[in-house]
């Protein structure tokens, strides 16, 4: 019988092993491939412990095996990221993976809301620094924009590293908030007030971000926004209605 497979202890019944790779038992004789001096050996059956030998080597074979099949799943998932990434266009903008088709969410404009003013802005606009409360709108009450899928993944592919958020959206009257801002002309900032959704984020390289909700999205109107987070309330904002 021969046995052989990773490098194991042969053992002794006096306690002592030799390092082996492999070893055969003939009869009264143990035959066995010494790695330390890398040549075939004999030594009689009677002084080998066979039993503490063997419950070593099963558990190195174990461990190997083990070994093996972990490498063999991270290979796969690198192979799997490879080709996950390499199917996001290099150009700017958001992407949702629905089932093994890529699709391109357009970006929204948005509008600057007050009391006194309304005017339409383009991603990343200036904003007047006015006194009081203002909201950040789009158009319509719904999105054009249909996902059936309640936990949609996207992609965003960003030339810097922007701030990112799934938000819920507030629908009103022929519009849809985004944000609601506070407005500190003193200090000439904007303090952003968002609905913000519980999401997963990953960076899988330079500018290619995925963010991905936590749980179900219930029906209704949501957006990914990218804002700056510095006080300038300009988020670029993707909206879409989950059915």
Same mark, same amino acid.
């Given at each position: 019988?021969a046995? @052989?497979g990773?490098?194991?202890?042969?053992?002794?019944?006096?306690?002592?092993?030799?390092?082996?790779?492999?070893?055969?038992?003939?009869?009264?004789?143990?035959?066995?491939?010494?790695?330390e001096?890398? *040549?075939?050996?004999?030594?009689?059956? =009677?002084?080998?412990? $066979?039993? +503490?030998?063997?419950?070593?080597?099963?558990?190195? *074979?174990?461990?190997?095996?083990?070994?093996?099949?972990?490498? =063999?799943?991270?290979?796969?998932?690198?192979?799997?990221?490879? +080709?996950?990434?390499?199917?996001?266009?290099?150009?700017?903008?958001?992407? $949702?993976?629905?089932?093994?088709?890529?699709?391109?969410?357009?970006?929204?404009d948005?509008?600057?809301?007050? *009391?006194?003013?309304?005017?339409?802005?383009?991603?990343?606009?200036?904003?007047?620094?006015?006194?009081?409360?203002?909201?950040?709108?789009?158009?319509?009450?719904?999105?054009?924009?249909?996902?059936?899928?309640?936990?949609?993944e996207?992609?965003l592919?960003?030339?810097k590293?922007?701030?990112?958020?799934?938000?819920?959206?507030?629908?009103?009257?022929n519009?849809?908030?985004?944000e609601?801002?506070?407005?500190?002309?003193?200090?000439?900032?904007?303090?952003?007030?968002? =609905? !913000?959704?519980?999401? @997963?984020?990953? !960076?899988?390289?330079?500018?290619?971000?995925?963010?991905?909700?936590?749980?179900?999205?219930?029906?209704?109107?949501?957006?990914?926004?990218?804002?700056?987070?510095?006080?300038?309330?300009?988020?670029?904002?993707? *909206? @879409?209605?989950?059915?």
């Open positions: 019988m046995l @052989f990773a490098n194991f202890r042969l053992y002794l019944k006096d306690g002592s092993y030799h390092r082996v790779s492999e070893y055969q038992v003939q009869e009264d004789r143990v035959r066995f491939y010494s790695t001096r890398r *040549d075939w050996e004999e030594i009689p059956t =009677d002084l080998i412990d $066979l039993k +503490k030998t063997e419950t070593e080597r099963k558990e190195v *074979d174990a461990q190997r095996s083990a070994n093996a099949a972990a490498q =063999d799943e991270e290979d796969q998932a690198e192979r799997a990221l490879a +080709k996950e990434i390499s199917r996001i266009p290099v150009d700017p903008g958001v992407y $949702l993976m629905e089932a093994e088709t890529l699709r391109e969410i357009p970006q929204a948005t509008k600057f809301v007050t *009391d006194k003013k309304r005017s339409i802005l383009k991603a990343m606009s200036p904003i007047p620094i006015v006194n009081g409360k203002a909201t950040i709108e789009v158009d319509g009450e719904k999105s054009k924009n249909i996902i059936r899928e309640s936990r949609p996207f992609y592919r960003q030339s590293h922007p701030k990112m958020a799934l938000v819920r959206v507030e629908p009103k009257a519009s849809r908030i985004i609601r801002v506070v407005i500190v002309p003193i200090e000439k900032i904007m303090l952003e007030e968002q =609905d !913000q959704v519980e999401t @997963f984020r990953r !960076q899988f390289a330079e500018g290619l971000y995925k963010i991905w909700p936590i749980e179900k999205l219930p029906v209704g109107e949501y957006a990914v926004i990218q804002f700056s987070g510095n006080g300038e309330a300009n988020p670029q904002v993707w *909206d @879409f209605r989950i059915e």
